[in-house]
């Protein structure tokens, strides 16, 4: 239950981008941040319980970009989706969900799964039946022609009036986002249409860009944001597709906003990693909230995690990393932290801050852009920046605290020691407060 909370002591990355404030102080009421100082200029007022983050960097909740619920790191796609698609509302995304909570994962864009199922998780984490972040939600993916056996949560497009009856209906059922994908496999006017329609519904697009011509046609029908870094073992991005995206991100608030690319590079940066050491498969945490006959499927699927037909090309893809985030980077584009968190051999509990990692460390993007990718610039995406994105006066408080200096060391943000969301504490000194989690 939420209550009066002032964390004191800290300092605060506020995801504004400035400096840090040192010794600050941050009152918390009824969810809502009332305000924020420091020990010197803002005194805690009676009836707020006062809880330490001496010696702690305090920051807003982080955000995961794109997530799937709907999977728990299964190697096998065709398997799971036949033996757990009627489990995914009662069992799979809730432990998803509460996964990613614990790991400091305050707000989350969950990027495809069945309509029903996503209506019935988003409804209970907001009427706090199960914990879980605050969700931001597509249901099923837009593409020109479902695979056999997914249609449940792809949804083929045929025609133009097809393709507004689509997105009429998840924007009907409270959908956030339309998650489009081979929209270089579907006419112009179709592909034109779902955008269009998306938008006059107040509903953010987000699309697939693994092939150059994806990425054209994105570009060319006014998607609002890319996801993955995409183009197999190609070198880099063709010139032409740098130019464009140039010519769009040149063009600002013109545009409706500036151009988002969510790049998801850790799972293709680490995989030689787990293979080499895949101890972190082992973790306890991405066991909570699944059935023991679920947790040994996934873990019978992962015995050979180096022989996996999905990550054969992993390796040849790693090289080209830098040079395409580079080049995104240079046009301009506002990147966005996410991971695909749920595919194989990645855990709800561990994606993110892999992700935030990699980008410090190996991609020559700074902890302070990095943070902000993970916090600020997803909720200004999201058109919810007047509510959260941001430890200040008037937001939710979805707040996460650590141990040391994150600006410094990035993956001490592996083990968030305090989480918070909408005042409710979830997580304190390191361990779930089980009370408020059941």
């Known amino acids: 239950m939420a209550e009066q909370t002032a964390l004191v002591g800290g300092r605060l990355i506020d995801g504004f981008g400035h400096q840090p404030i040192a010794n600050s102080v941050i009152l918390v009421k009824d969810g809502i941040i009332q305000d924020v100082g420091t020990v010197d200029t803002l005194p805690v007022p009676k009836g707020y319980k006062i809880v330490s983050t001496e010696g702690m960097d305090v920051l807003p909740g982080l955000w995961e970009n794109h997530a799937h619920l709907m999977l ?29 909570l614990l790991a400091g994962i305050t707000s989350a864009r969950d990027l495809g799964a069945p309509l029903e199922d996503t209506i019935s998780v988003k409804k209970r984490i907001e009427d706090s039946s199960i914990p879980g972040p605050n969700l931001y939600v597509s249901g099923p993916f837009l593409q020109h022609q479902a695979y056999p056996g997914t249609e449940r949560f792809r949804w083929g497009i045929d025609g133009v009036r097809d393709a507004k009856r689509k997105v009429d209906k998840l924007a009907d059922a409270g959908m956030d986002i339309i998650k489009l994908i ?81 790049p ?49 090309l992993t390796p040849l893809r790693k090289p080209t990393l830098k040079r395409k985030i580079g080049q995104l980077k240079d046009a301009g584009v506002v990147f966005l932290v996410g991971t695909d968190s749920g595919i194989p051999a990645k855990f709800h509990c561990q994606s993110t801050w892999n992700e935030m990692a990699v980008w410090v460390d190996e991609m020559n993007i700074s902890a302070m852009d990095t943070i902000r990718a993970a916090t600020y610039w997803p909720a200004v995406m999201m058109g919810v920046h007047d509510k959260t994105g941001t430890v200040s006066a008037g937001k939710a408080a979805d707040i996460i605290a650590v141990h040391g200096d994150v600006l410094r060391y990035i993956n001490l943000l592996q083990r968030v020691d305090f989480v918070m969301k909408g005042g409710v504490v979830y997580k304190s000194d390191g361990q779930p407060v089980e009370a408020n989690l059941n």
């Open 72 to 100: 728990n790191g299964h190697s096998d796609y065709v398997h799971w989706d036949k033996a757990y698609i009627n489990r995914l509302s009662d069992e799979i995304m809730p432990a998803s969900a509460v996964q990613l």
């Open 182 to 262: 081979d929209q270089d496999k579907m006419a112009l006017e179709e592909a034109q249409a779902i955008v269009d329609q998306a938008h006059k519904r107040g509903l953010k697009v987000v699309a697939h860009s693994h092939r150059p011509n994806e990425i054209r046609r994105g570009l060319e029908i006014g998607v609002d944001n890319f996801e993955h870094t995409g183009l197999t073992t190609s070198p880099e991005y063709p010139e032409d597709i740098i130019t464009m995206l140039k010519e769009r991100t040149a063009t600002g608030r013109v545009a409706g906003g500036p151009l988002f690319w969510t």
């Open 264 to 312: 998801t590079v850790e799972g293709l940066w680490n995989y030689p990693t787990t293979v080499a050491n895949p101890e972190k498969l082992d973790s306890q945490c991405w066991k909570r909230g699944l059935k023991a006959d679920t947790i040994a499927d996934i873990k019978g699927s992962l015995e050979n995690v180096g022989q996996l037909d999905y990550m054969q």
